[in-house]
C-alpha cells in the first residue's frame, strides 16, 4: 500500500467554469477609477447572486498509482486534464475530491525559469529559481559551477538577465531545473520550447535522472520522447484515465485514436478559452472550400485557423505541424516564417488564417496537424495536439508510386541540359 | 491532531514538512497527503521552517530589484518622509497653526511619519503582493503566506533607513531643545510590532481579495489617503472633539501613532486604553486576514 511513490485514489477536481470569465466581465465593467468603489460592490454582490456558474470536473475520479522509481509518461488532448493532475499532485491546486499520497520530496517544473527576474543577473536568477523550486541555498551553491556549466552561458553569469536572448534565459533556466533533486518530479511541457540541440540535451540529462532511480511524472504532446523515457504511460482522456499500460501500447491507441479522420476540430467546452490566445476552430479544407478529410495526392490540402486574442501579443507566432501515422514530423510552418520580417503584433480581436499544403507533396496515409500559437523560445500559448487529421488516398506523382525513401513526395523542377555531345 | 506524529527521517533539511496532514512511514520520506481542505487557520510551523530560506529569497529579491531599478535606491527610504514633513511643517505647521504638543514642527511630523510612511507602504507593496507573483503561484508550490510576509518584513528596511535620519533630526532638536525620548522608547519595540502586525493583517485581507477583485488597487490609494487623515499623522489627536473620540479609537492606527510620537519624544502621554484597544483590534485584524487569506489559498492559483 505505502510503496508507491505517487497514490492518488478518486481524485477530482472541480472548476466552476463561470469563475475565471466572471472576474474578466467585472474588470471590463470598470473603466474609471472613480467609480471602483461601488462596482466592488454590485460586483460582490453579482457574485453571490451567480451561483448559475457552470460546473466542470477537470479531473474525476483519478486512480493510479506509480511506483518509486517509475518514469510514468502522462499523454491526452488538451482539456484532458493532464496539467490539472500535475497541478494538484505538486499542490499547486487542492483537489475538490478524493486524495493522493506522495511519499517522498515532490518537485515539479511546469515551467521554464519559474521565478526568473529581468532585472538580476544570472548569477542572481540562478539561486532564486532554484529556491523557489525548491532548492536549499547551500545546495544551490555547491551544484552552482554545474548549473553555470551546463547552461553554456557562464561568461555571462553577472550580466542582468534583461541582456540576455531568449534562447539563452532558455538554457539558464534548464540548467537550474535540470539540477533539482526531488526523489518525485512532475514535468509539463516544458521540452516543446528551445532549440533542438539543447532539447536533446535535456531529455538526455532527464534520463540520466531517471537512471538514479527517481520517480519522474511526465507529461509531454512529444511522443516520441514519452515513448524514450517513459516506460508506462497514462492515457488521460476527459478527465479521467482511459488507459493505462506500457508505452509502445498506449501510445499506439491513442494515437489510432487521432486519426480516426476528423476534418473539423472546435473547442470543446470543457476547456474554457481563458488564456490571452485561444484557438476557437481548426478545419481541413479542400481547394473548393469544403470540409473534408479525404484528399487526392494532387489536391492541395487547406487548413483553416480561427483564434481569438486577447491582449496585444507581440512575437506571437501560429504554427501547424503535419505529423504522419507513426508520428513522424513531416513538417512545421509558422505564419512569421519568411526571413527577415518579425512576426507583426496580434493585436485583441478574433482571427482567421489559412495555409495551404501544396499538392503533390504528402505521400498517401493518414497525417494528423497539431497547431499551436507561441512566442518562440519564450513561451507556448496554446497546443492542441491532433487537433484535425486527413488523409491522402491516392497518390498525386510518380515519386509517390515506386516505393523509393523518403517522407514527402514533392514534384520539384528539374532542369536538364546536355552541355555536350558524346564523342562517338 | 497530525502533526505530533511527524518524524524526520532524515536529516532535517532534506524533509519536507508538508501543509495537508501528514503522517509517518517508519525510517521512510515523508508522507504527503492531499486532499481536500477540512479545517481553518493551519500554520504549520514546520513547513514555515522547511522554507525560511525562500522567505529570505523573496525580500532579498525586492530590495535588490528595488535598488536596480532606482537612481538614488536607499535615499527614498529618507527623502519621502523628509519631504512630507518639510510639506507637512509648512501647510500644517506654519500656515494652518496646527498644535503639535509643544514639539517642533519636523519632530512632531516626522515621528508619526515614520510608523505611517512603513504602513502605507508596506500596505502598497503586501496588496499587489500575490498579483505581481501570479506566474510563480501557478507554477509551484510554496506556503503563499511567505509572499505577503516578505512584503512586510522587507518594509522594515525602509523603516531603518528612515529611523536613522529620525535620529539625526532628533540629535539636533535634542541638543538645541533638550528634546529627549525617556523610559517611553522601552515602548517602541511594542509599537513597532504593532504596526508590522496591522500591516501584515490588512495585507493579508487585500492581497486574497485583490486576486478576485482587481479594483482593490484603485481603491487602496484612496483607502490610504483616508487613512492618514483618520490617523494622528498631521495632527494631535487631541484635536478630536471629546465626543467623537470613541469613533476616531475605532481606527487602531490612532493609538499606535500617538504611542509612536509619545515613544519617541517623549512628550505627550501614552493613550494606554486607546493603545490597548489598537492592540486588540489589531490582533483581530490579523487573525481574520490570516484565516481570509488561508480560505482564499486554496483556491488562489485558480483565480489569480
Known sequence: MHSAAIQVEGLGKRYRVGEREHYRSLRDRISSASSAATRFLTGAKRRAVGSHASVLWALKDVWLSVPEG???GLIGRNGAGKSTLLK?????????AGFARIRGRIGSLLEVGTGFHPELTGRENVYLSGAILGMKRAEIARKFDEIAAFSEV???????????????????????AAHLEPEILLVDEVLAVGDTAFQRKCLGKMGEVAQEGRTILFVSHNLGAITRLCS???????????????????VSAYQLEGFSHRAQWARPASLAATGDFSFTEVAVQSRTGDRTSLFDGNEPVNIGLVYGVRRRLSGCQVGIRVLNAEGVVIFTSGDADFLGTSAAPKDPGHYRATVQIPA??????????????????????????????????????LAALDGRLGVVTPLLPWSTNRCEEAQP | MNLETLEVAEAPCRHLALGARQETVASAPPVLLLAPRTRWLTVDTREFWYYRELLYFFIWRDIKVRYKQTAVGAAWAVLQP????????????????????????PLFYYSALLPWMYFSTTLQNTTSKLVE????ITKVYFPRLMLPLSATLCGLVDFGISFLMFAVILSYYGVRFAIWPGLGLLYFPILLLLTILLALGVGLWLSAL???????????????????????????????????RWLYGLNPLSGVIEGFRWSLTGRGDLPYRQLALSAAMILAIAVSGLAYFQAMEVTIADVV
Open chain 1, 88 to 96: 494538484v499532485l505538486a499542490r499547486i491546486t487542492k483537489p475538490t
Open chain 2, 82 to 105: 523628509l519631504m512630507t514633513m518639510l510639506l507637512f511643517s509648512l501647510l500644517f505647521g506654519r500656515l494652518a497653526k496646527l498644535p503639535s504638543q509643544g514639539l517642533p514642527y
Open chain 2, 210 to 244: 485583490n486576486a478576485i477583485y482587481r479594483d482593490v488597487k484603485y481603491v487602496l490609494p484612496f483607502l490610504l489617503q483616508f487613512w492618514m487623515f483618520a490617523s494622528p499623522v498631521a495632527y494631535p489627536a487631541s484635536l478630536i472633539p471629546p465626543k467623537w
Open chain 1, 154 to 176: 557562464e561568461r555571462f553569469l553577472d550580466t542582468p538577465l534583461k541582456h540576455y536572448s531568449s534562447g539563452m534565459q532558455m538554457r539558464l533556466a534548464f540548467a537550474v
Open chain 1, 232 to 250: 508506462r504511460v497514462l492515457w488521460l482522456d476527459g478527465g479521467r484515465v482511459r488507459m493505462d499500460g506500457a508505452a509502445a501500447s498506449v
Open chain 1, 360 to 397: 503533390c507533396f504528402l505521400a498517401p496515409g493518414s497525417y494528423s496537424v497539431l497547431v499551436a500559437a507561441h512566442l518562440p523560445e519564450r513561451s507556448v500559448y496554446e497546443v492542441i495536439e491532433g487537433a484535425v487529421a486527413f488523409e491522402i488516398t491516392a497518390p498525386g506523382s
Open chain 1, 70 to 72: 517509475q518514469v510514468a
Open chain 2, 133 to 136: 507573483n501570479q506566474h510563480v
